[in-house]
């Protein structure tokens, strides 16, 4: 029998958007951080070990993913944060420094919420033209 969480996620991931991988990215990082900070608190060093390293990957993924000829600057900007934040991830990890995962996280947040709007958008600009193509709106 089929594990009904796993097979949820695959069909959540090959049915996403672009703009909803990358949530989804930002969402695990978020999570891998906040686990780390919490096996911090346990003293559990190898645990928080992992989840900042899962967490530094994800990040490296969503830097590998950044079109630096089409994006110009914002992908140069986000390329700069996003090393920002693997550095004080590995600070972090050196230190067991919890406070610089949580200014990671609440940056994390932000560029999530932004994509989030996004996404939205993309959303409400495809139902729209699904909208006008089945009552014939355009010309």
Known sequence: MK??????LKNEIEGATKGKLVLLLYDGTIKYMKLACKYIDEKNIPEAHMNIVK???IIYELMSTLNMEEGGEIAENLLKLYDFMVYQLIMANKDKDKSKIES???LMMVLREGWKQIVEKEE????????????????
Not at 3 to 8: A, D, E, G, S
């Open 55 to 57: 967490a530094e990957n």
């Open 3 to 8: 594990n009904p969480i796993k097979t949820y």
């Open 124 to 139: 409400k600009a495809d139902t729209s033209e699904v909208v006008k193509k089945k009552i014939n709106i355009s010309g």
């Open 104 to 106: 990671v996280i609440k």
